[in-house]
């Protein structure tokens, strides 16, 4: 510790801290561009000039590292005058164009000229003209407003992993623009529309749509991934027009991916279901609220008088609220069916009733930062969990190692240690390898179940680097939990974290991953699973948000099995061609945004949040909709006042954290054996197709990473099939279901699979996430 | 052409022969590389060296004048990986030494840097060559063949255990490289843009490891000043400005060219040697130390001695060594146009007041001298450049800020002339008698 004096004000701080830091520490605030706590220092607005006792010139304070005894004076004369200069310097080329600009009302540098400029420039000479980029559908560009700071480059550069971004030329000609003919595509692309303090680069979503001024304000929680990031909803006459990183250090820190970003376009999709609508006669009809209630009512109470509450399935979203996904639970157990899953991805379920608890992270979001050790299991981890690679990607900088174990070798822009690459049926055997290496690292003794095992050499370096730390742990991705052995991938994970000392934990796909667990959307005994009740059609389906032939595992199956029913009520705030032809009732319920709820993130943090917008049309808020439901049906014990009455049934008085997270599984014996004969299917569901408001949000579906689905192959792949790259090829997963795809290169693909992703219309047909496909030249 | 004259050759001694003169065999024949194999053989103490160099009171030749052996001695002794580079990246307009010291007497360059390397501790050299002197980054890597192949270059040098590498590097042509840190970042490959210090580049230098960057006349005086010892090169010149210094004297002279006289040698003797005021005009301003050092008044700097101190004391700066010779044809505004418009141009665009200033004020002078002056621009200017001194990351601000300040001060009339009068005190017939020196023959 050093202790230094700021304004005559004496204080403690660190050794090695910056002066800013020290100012920030005392609430003193020092005016700054380039500076961002975030980012590595650039040192080059100047704008941070204060006065050092004893050194000649001003000092940048962003840059100037504190020393014992040190005097700073932030507003003296000379401190003020020089941060005066820079101002005067800044706006010289500045368009001041402020009336027309996006930025205007949130402008660092609008904020800062009222301080430190002049009403009036003394600068008469010609400005400054910058030609503006194309950075893609996400990013405006004002490029004549650039102050040059650099930050949006650092970012690409530091937080992002890859420079998409780069400043060219020189002096005042300078310009920052990105490769030519390239736009930027990283996921987290929309941070650098908050990171540039002027107007250069602005959301091309939400361009020219309002003035900052005339928008309300909701905090709130993404409804995407399960990291749960904190919003800041923005809207105008009710309709969200923006939305911003609400800054958690203990989730999102100040970063947002670009789907959390932008998918409320999604929300004033043509598609948005507005009246309730039911099918008579094959002709589908736009109700009042009470027929459609009524009819939804009397349809499912029948099912279950007829044919028994079995007969009844309920297909829940992951992306549901805990309120909705607990009311639609016990709806249908008041209908007497156990038949009810929000797990609609899963395909192995043979650790239900074998849990010690709620499957979670296993240890706080926070905590990955600090991990020496990590390995990433099953995960195309830079498009599923956007923010927690990047929270790794700052690690492995920092000399954590980081390995992975998967069935794609997707460039994740973290500088790996080590990695195993195999087929997905291959991969328990792979990560048993991995135990038994770290066991004998550890001298610890190994399940007998890998005793015969012959351990790689790939294994063996992840395991020597997991070994070597002394806070590791363990992360099942997307991948590993959609995997049909996923339960022996948690269960060997388990005793690699046993054998490691570390921690392991399960890195959830939706928003409530770990919510639906605790508002007890899983089947009870008897009840049959996401997977089974599609598999063993039922008569009547309770749909909650879900569009099962993206959503499921097997979409093609799940299809089948709604157009069978008898009965389908889908409670949407979309509707599709699908549920137009399976459905019998369309309840418009409000999604993400327009209804008040509670979602519980991946490490078990309860966040609640309330409605940013009133729901569009007659749509309600789906617990609503549900409790009435409850109402109409005679149930006990539907009678919520509002969602918070709900949450306290749900989640009892557990306010920050959920209680009975345990990752614990008693699986019994393992088995190793890989089935798979034929080609593999490799299957990702991409960043901008994992759920319905997503699917439908414009910009997002013309980002990159929204590039429909190809059947990728490695090069022997393609060779040996007598492929080249660009091909049109047939796809089958047996009897008539096939799909026309692309091929493409992937050089990272193991070898013997056809990586297809989900989750979109093309390969909807393929069935199930996990198969053996066919390919053939088309 | 080479050598026109000298005060006591040392550096210059192998111009003689022109290009005929700078190959190893030439090198040797004149002694060279008898240092480097004393200090191997001897196996001086890195100390012992460095305290030689101390002694001579070298002062570095790039410009800023910072004692040499200091700099070295900030080098910390026990990083395994350290680097020694050279600063060929002669682009202060006006300055044209190193070009020649390059051309004539490669190796001279080459022997200091492996002796640097050997009193520092690094086992890899770069020298860093202007990209618009081609030829010469060419002829460089042909001395550095020349050197390889006899052994004073690579592994194992001279049998005496210590290895040391030279690769040379050419730049692309941006001043800015020459700055050291935006050299270094140039040859870690990035954009040419100096790095904010501390920490300085002795702790945190090329790729991130210790690292001594010193001008090419520096270095290659380094086997000199072991030949003779510290305290007698320190004699040639005068106290606190040890030995002899390459001046490249150009403008109005009669043989503008470099000429190597001892520190402490009157400007008026240094005229003599570049054959006086072309014309017999009378001497009107002198840039003594390259574009960047404040201009003094003829008057002014024919008191003055070449030395860093005298130059000093007169507002300007010894610099690089740049003399810049202005007669009374010269109209003052357009020269200072010309100035304002190269660092305009060199500006890197990194810090705000370089990158803003830099254009406000070339635009300004350039409308005074197109006769759209206002009264107000003359403190306007002063006004710009003191907003922009002292407040960016490296000293290229200041440089740009330097020669219009002094222009400013010292011309004062001649801009308000031109301010009110819309065109030059200096008759445009009478500045293109002036500029016809540059025409072939003339004289």
């Not at chain 1, 920030?24 to 605030?29: A, F």
């Not at chain 1, 736009?286 to 939804?296: R, S």
Request: hydrophobic share 40%; proline share 5%; with cysteine.
């Amino acid at each position: 510790m050093v202790e230094i004096e700021i304004d005559g004000k004496t204080l403690q701080v660190e050794d090695g801290s910056t002066v800013i830091e020290a100012a920030h520490k005392l609430g003193t605030y020092i005016p700054h561009f380039c500076y961002h706590k975030k980012l590595s220092i650039a040192a080059n607005c100047r704008m941070c000039l204060v006065q050092v006792e004893k050194a000649p010139k001003p000092m940048p304070a962003c840059a100037t590292i504190v020393t014992n005894g040190m005097k700073v004076f932030t507003h003296s004369d000379l401190a003020v005058k020089a941060q005066k200069a820079v101002m005067e310097f800044l706006l010289i080329n500045h368009p001041l164009d402020c009336p027309i600009c996006d930025q205007g009302g949130e402008c660092q540098l609008q904020d800062l000229a009222v301080g430190y400029g002049e009403s009036a420039s003394k600068y008469e000479e010609e400005k400054r003209v910058v030609p503006d980029k194309d950075l893609g559908p996400l990013v405006s560009t004002d490029m004549t407003r650039c102050i040059n700071c650099t930050r949006c480059i650092r970012f690409t550069a530091e937080i992002a992993g890859f420079m998409e971004l780069g400043q060219s030329y020189r002096g005042e000609r300078a310009e920052v623009m990105p490769f030519i003919g390239k736009t930027v595509d990283t996921e987290l692309s929309g941070n650098i529309i908050d990171l540039c303090p002027v107007g250069a680069l602005t959301s091309k979503p939400f361009r020219f749509a309002a003035r900052t001024w005339e928008l309300s304000r909701r905090k709130s929680v993404s409804p995407h991934d399960a990291l749960g990031s904190n919003l800041i909803v923005q809207t105008k006459h009710d309709k969200v027009l923006r939305v911003l990183p609400l800054e958690n250090d203990e989730i999102n820190e100040c970063w947002l991916s670009d789907k959390e970003r932008f998918s409320y376009q999604g929300l004033s999709s043509s598609d948005r279901l507005t009246k309730p609508m039911v099918k008579q006669g094959g002709e589908w009809k736009e109700v009042d609220w009470n027929v459609a209630l009524d009819y939804a009512a009397h349809a499912l109470r029948d099912v279950a008088k007829t044919h028994g509450g079995a007969a009844i399935g309920g297909l829940l979203s992951p992306h549901s609220t805990v309120e909705e996904l607990y009311l639609a639970q016990k709806l249908l157990r008041g209908l007497g069916s156990e038949n009810v899953d929000f797990r609609l991805r899963q395909s192995d379920f043979s650790a239900d009733g074998k849990r010690a608890g709620i499957p979670s992270l296993g240890m706080k979001i926070a905590d990955i930062s600090g991990l020496d050790r990590v390995l990433v299991v099953g995960s195309f981890l830079r498009k599923d969990h956007p923010l927690i690679a990047q929270r790794l990607r700052q690690s492995a900088k920092k000399g954590a190692q980081v390995s992975i174990l998967h069935s794609a070798n997707d460039d994740l822009l973290i500088n790996l240690t080590a990695r195993a690459i195999a087929a997905p049926s291959q991969l328990p055997a792979l990560l048993a390898q991995v135990v038994k290496a770290v066991c004998a690292l550890k001298g610890a003794s190994a399940d007998a179940a890998l005793s015969a095992l012959a351990v790689s050499a790939e294994a063996q370096a992840i395991a020597q680097s997991l070994a070597s730390g002394s806070n590791t742990g363990v992360l099942l991705g997307n991948f590993a939990q959609q995997h049909p052995q996923a339960a022996t991938l948690q269960a060997l994970a388990g005793q690699l974290a046993k054998a490691l000392g570390g921690k392991f934990g399960f890195l959830g796909e939706a928003a409530n991953s770990v919510g639906g667990y605790a508002a007890k959307a899983v089947p009870g005994a008897g009840g049959l699973n996401a997977a089974a009740m599609i598999k063993d059609p039922r008569q009547a389906y309770v749909v909650l948000g879900a569009e099962p032939e993206l959503d499921c595992a097997d979409g093609a199956q799940a299809l089948a099995a709604l157009q069978k029913s008898a009965v389908t009520v889908v409670l949407t705030p979309f509707k599709s061609q699908a549920m137009l032809d399976y459905a019998a009732v369309l309840l418009p319920v409000a999604p993400f945004a327009e209804t008040s709820g509670t979602f519980v993130n991946t490490e078990g943090r309860v966040q609640s949040f309330y409605a940013a917008a009133k729901s569009l049309g007659d749509a309600r808020p789906a617990w609503k909709v549900l409790r009435v439901l409850g109402n109409l049906l005679a149930l006990n014990g539907f009678e919520f006042n509002s969602s918070e009455d709900v949450r306290s049934e749900a989640l009892g008085s557990q306010t920050e954290f959920v209680s009975g997270l345990d990752n614990g599984l008693s699986l019994g014996a393992l088995n190793l054996s890989a089935s798979a004969a034929g080609i593999e299917r490799v299957t990702d569901v991409p960043i901008h197709f994992a759920d319905a408001l997503v699917r439908r949000a414009p910009a997002l579906q013309r980002a990159a990473d929204s590039a429909a689905p190809t059947a990728r192959m490695n090069a022997a792949m393609l060779s040996r099939l007598g492929l080249a790259a660009g091909d049109l090829v047939k796809v089958g997963a047996g009897g008539t279901a096939n799909a026309s795809l692309v091929a493409q290169l992937d050089a990272g693909l193991p070898d013997g699979v056809v990586r297809v992703a989900a989750a979109h219309a093309a390969t909807v047909a393929l069935g199930p996430m996990s198969a053996v496909l066919s390919v053939e030249k088309a | 052409m080479a050598l026109i004259d000298t005060i006591n050759p040392l550096l210059t001694t192998g111009w003689a022969k022109g290009d005929a003169g700078w190959s190893l065999k030439d090198y040797e024949a004149r002694g060279g590389y008898k240092q480097l194999r004393r200090v191997l053989e001897s196996k001086m103490s890195q100390d012992d060296l460095i305290a030689e160099v101390k002694k001579s009171v070298l002062r570095g030749r790039g410009g800023a004048g910072f004692p040499t052996g200091l700099k070295w001695s900030f080098m910390p002794k026990a990083a395994p990986v350290k680097y020694v580079v050279c600063n060929t990246d002669e682009g202060e307009p006006g300055t044209f030494k190193d070009r020649d010291l390059m051309r004539f007497d490669p190796h001279s360059v080459i022997e200091g840097m492996i002796i640097a390397g050997y009193a520092v501790g690094a086992k890899a050299g770069y020298n860093y060559i202007h990209g618009e002197i081609f030829e010469t980054y060419e002829r460089f890597e042909e001395a550095l063949d020349q050197a390889r192949a006899a052994g004073y270059l690579g592994d194992n040098i001279l049998g005496s255990g210590f290895s040391f590498d030279l690769f040379a590097h050419h730049g692309w042509g941006a001043y800015i490289c020459g700055e050291e840190t935006g050299l270094l970042e140039s040859i870690e490959g990035k954009k040419g843009q100096p790095r904010f210090k501390p920490p300085f580049p002795a702790n945190f230098g090329l790729y991130g490891k210790p690292t001594t960057i010193n001008n090419t006349e520096t270095f290659a005086a380094i086997p000199f000043i072991l030949g003779m010892g510290g305290e007698a090169y320190l004699n040639l010149g005068k106290p606190n400005n040890g030995g002899t210094k390459l001046f490249s004297v150009s403008g109005h002279v009669n043989r503008p060219g470099n000429f190597e006289v001892p520190m402490g040698t009157p400007f008026s003797k240094l005229l003599e040697m570049a054959g006086g005021m072309r014309g017999g005009r009378k001497l009107k301003a002198v840039i003594p130390g390259g574009s960047s050092a404040p201009v003094l008044p003829g008057d002014v700097i024919m008191d003055c001695t070449m030395d860093y101190d005298s130059i000093a004391k007169a507002g300007s700066m010894l610099g690089s060594g740049a003399v810049i010779v202005m007669d009374e044809t010269v109209c003052m505004v357009k020269a200072l146009e010309r100035l304002s418009y190269f660092y305009y141009e060199e500006s890197c665009g990194q810090c705000t007041p370089c990158r803003e200033g830099s254009g406000w004020l070339y635009r300004v002078v350039h409308r005074i001298e197109h006769g759209e002056g206002r009264p107000e621009d003359l403190d306007l200017l002063n006004r710009v450049t003191d907003n922009m001194m002292g407040k960016t990351i490296c000293a290229l601000a200041d440089a740009a800020a330097f020669p219009v300040r002094s222009f400013i001060k010292h011309f004062q009339s001649e801009f308000e002339y031109h301010i009110e009068n819309k065109k030059c005190l200096v008759d445009p017939e009478v500045q293109r008698m002036g500029s016809g020196f540059f025409k072939a023959g003339a004289a």
